[in-house]
């Protein structure tokens, strides 16, 4: 069957063919998602990320050539709408860490179940981040120095949940009807109180802490 237009556009970089094979098979039974391309490697990944700009990439950490992370330090993600999910076989916390500070918004075991990929996919394509408790958790600690966080307001809270789902200042002011500069003293204060030095941070820190939804 054909797939609607506004699909979510796809990039599969991992130098095993069998496992291209299998990721196809898997996201082609989405009918919300279509493959754009494929590389082998990570030259073929950075030329095609140029090419088609895909909505998401799926990222293997080790490749020939250029592995995942050296992909990740060439992307201009001001220049490029793509979101990155990074594919790894190991649970290695320090290039999991190292991934999310290069700009990947996602982190996916290879050998979770296939539903949790699908999933990954769809969520971090609408803004969110994607890891499991145990890798927020590792994340979070290398990122963040501070542990204690002071009560938040009901009005924090709801910027904190909005900067989760991937909304920028001036979206988070249309959305509760506030101004942009007043959504940043907002920020300002929760940056503070939670002891976190940015938006990616934040984010983990919600996510870890439940302050916004992600099963």
Known sequence: ??????????LVADDHAIFRDGLRKLLNSDQEITI??????????????AELKPDVLLLD??????????VLEEINFDTIPTRVVVLTAAE??????????LGARG???????????VKSIHRVHAGEIWLDNRMT?????????????GPLSGREKEVVQLVGQGFRNKEIGEKLFISEQTVK???????????????????????????????
Do not use: C, W
């Open 1 to 10: 069957m054909p797939k609607d237009r506004s699909s979510i556009r796809v």
């Open 36 to 49: 754009v391309g494929e590389a082998q490697n990570g030259e073929e990944a950075i030329k095609l990320i």
């Open 61 to 70: 950490l080790r490749m020939p050539d250029k592995d995942g992370l050296a």
């Open 92 to 101: 290695d916390d320090r290039d999991v860490i190292r991934a999310m500070r």
């Open 107 to 117: 982190v996916v075991l290879k050998q979770s179940a296939t539903e949790l990929l």
């Open 137 to 149: 958790a590792e994340v979070l600690k290398a990122f963040s120095k501070s542990s204690e966080a």
């Open 185 to 215: 003293n907002h920020m300002h204060n929760i940056f503070d109180k939670l002891g976190v030095s940015d938006r990616l941070e934040l984010a983990l820190y919600a996510l870890h802490h439940r302050l916004i939804d992600h099963p």
